[in-house]
């Protein structure tokens, strides 16, 4: 039987991409390898009574519109905002008890800012106004296919649209938008502030997921990238899933099927199959050959070039820019079920506060994290590795059994590849042992409280999810990677060198997180390219 699209890849953006088609009557089929669709935001049980997101593990790019137009909240989504945005446990064991809380308003994170800097609470607003100016802009580009992907006169128009869009800002805020795109997120806040606290609290976004200190150039861009969400209407913030992130992605596969899209799991794909230039199908790994007007690939561009595109259909340079495609988060991924809360040294208490359902970051400072980057590099990994928890079961009771929790920690830095010739199949545990140490050393009773723990390293990212390289984004958010290069130069419409070939993933723009974007923007082109065939 013969599909116009097949979808390879079930993580959400290839669902959301699916759901597009069909909405426009086409036929198609969604090829997921694993047993369950879903990709890195999927939701499972690690120990009895304990279940939580698995990869993915907190919400705020998801863009509304694909919330609206897939029908999420009917089928059962509902996502609740985070206490706080942030806290910042800063004092460990016996020290001088400190910490640092953001929100859950400018006026309380003021009046919080001020114990360390006067200045600083009163440069927040303007801070705040400057990444909101840059967010709104940014929010209305991710909607876009990149200009200057080819060339030719839709470029030129599209590319004057955008000049169109960057004009209507005054020239205050196209120099910050510069500097949002080009400067590293340590020089950018350290223009703002003066104090450790509050730069870390900013600075851990350009860090999470992307491997490199927040002194590295364009860290910025990547702090940036991750403000342009909302949480039901309120822009800027984040919260968690009910259900954990496979409430999401099993809410967009109701959609699909009620749309009558045709989801295959255990359905790895082996090749692209190749006739002249244009693609004609697929092989899957068991032999069957599947027919198709059109292919959509939501994995790492990496994967689709390299291993499921035969050498012979690309050209060499195309293949060699592609080999050189940058893929490392440097992130490890731990569930761990509690038998109670933690108690900060800085923040007494074992009952839950509003700090409990906060992202908790444990990184006191830029150098911090600088540090870890550079550790990383030298050693394989930090030797005071950043930390976020997240500990959803505050707000979400499905989690765990009556009293007890489950903490998602999401770690910097730990290297792709080890230094010391080590798998990190052998290496797990000691860098497990090394994140429950570190909260323990701001919250004294974490460790003994921890009842089961489960840990993806790099290595298990890739295995599992295939995410070359352990990179949550599907490829590093540089300069050289993002917006009109992403995933190449020439080539980010979401059109493969091959007619009938995209990419819907967070290979392309604009990039990575779950937002749900790359899969609603490849659609768009994929039915622009089958209409213009069906004219003739």
Not at 110 to 136: N, T
Not at 217 to 242: C, D, M, Q, S
Not at 421 to 442: C, F, K
Not at 448 to 457: E, M
Request: hydrophobic letters at 40%; aromatic letters at 8%; proline letters at 5%.
């Amino acid at each position: 039987m013969a599909y116009d699209v097949l979808i390879v890849g079930g993580g959400h953006n290839g669902l959301v991409c699916a759901c597009y088609l069909a909405r426009a009557g086409l036929k198609v089929r969604v090829l997921e390898r694993r047993a369950v669709v879903g990709g890195a935001a999927i939701s499972a049980e690690f120990s009895p009574g304990f279940r939580n997101s698995v990869a993915a593990y907190t919400v705020s790019l998801l863009h509304p519109k694909v919330i609206r137009d897939l029908n999420l909240a009917r089928h059962g989504l509902r996502i609740v905002e985070r206490s706080l945005a942030n806290f910042l446990p800063l004092s460990e064991g016996n020290q001088t008890p400190s910490s640092f809380r953001l929100g859950p308003d400018t006026e309380a994170t003021q009046s919080e800012l001020a114990r360390f800097s006067s200045r600083d609470a009163a440069q927040l607003p303007g801070y705040y106004r400057m990444i909101a100016r840059a967010a709104d802009t940014l929010r209305a580009m991710a909607l876009e296919t990149p200009p200057l992907a080819r060339g030719g006169w839709s470029d030129l128009i599209e590319a004057f649209q955008l000049g169109c869009t960057v004009k209507g800002l005054d020239a205050r805020a196209r120099r910050e938008l510069l500097d949002l795109f080009t400067k590293s997120a340590g020089d950018l806040l350290d223009g703002w502030f003066e104090s450790d606290p509050v730069k870390a609290a900013f600075g851990f976004d350009s860090v999470v997921g992307n491997y490199a200190s927040p002194y590295t150039p364009n860290t910025a861009y990547v702090l940036l990238h991750h403000t342009f969400g909302e949480v039901n209407g309120k822009r800027g913030t984040w919260g968690h899933a009910i259900g954990g992130m496979g409430a999401i992605t099993q809410a967009m596969a109701k959609e699909a099927q009620s749309r009558g899209v045709e989801i295959s799991t255990d359905a790895a794909v082996a090749e692209v199959r190749v006739r002249g230039e244009r693609t004609v199908g697929v092989t899957l790994v068991d032999g069957t050959r599947i027919e198709a007007r059109a292919i959509a690939a939501n994995v790492n561009p990496k994967t689709l070039y390299l291993d499921l595109v035969a050498a012979e259909h690309l050209q060499p340079e195309f293949r060699e820019r592609m080999a050189r495609w940058k893929c490392a988060s440097a992130s490890l991924r731990m569930n761990v079920a509690l038998a109670e809360l933690p108690e900060f040294s800085c923040a007494p208490g074992k009952q839950a506060q509003p700090h409990h359902g906060a992202g908790i970051i444990m990184a006191p400072s830029l150098g911090y994290m600088e540090q870890a980057y550079f550790d990383a590099r030298m050693h394989g990994w930090a030797r005071a590795p950043i930390v976020e928890m997240l500990i959803p079961s505050t707000v979400d009771d499905t989690l765990a059994p009556r009293g007890a929790h489950v903490a998602s920690l999401f770690c910097q830095h730990f290297a792709p590849t080890l230094s010391d010739g080590r798998s990190w199949d052998e290496a797990r545990e000691q860098a497990a042992d090394l994140v429950i140490d570190t909260v323990n050393r701001y919250a004294p009773n974490f460790k003994a409280s921890v009842l089961a723990r489960s840990t993806l390293t790099p290595l298990d990212m890739e295995r599992d999810f295939g995410l070359v390289g352990g990179d949550i984004f599907h490829g590093a958010l540089s300069l050289d990677q993002i917006w009109a290069a992403r995933p190449m130069l020439g080539f980010a419409d979401y059109r493969a060198p091959l007619k009938g070939l995209y990419i819907c993933g967070s290979g392309a723009h604009p990039g990575g997180g779950v937002t749900g974007l790359p899969g609603h923007n490849a659609a768009r082109e994929i039915l622009r390219d089958l209409r213009r065939r069906e004219r003739g």
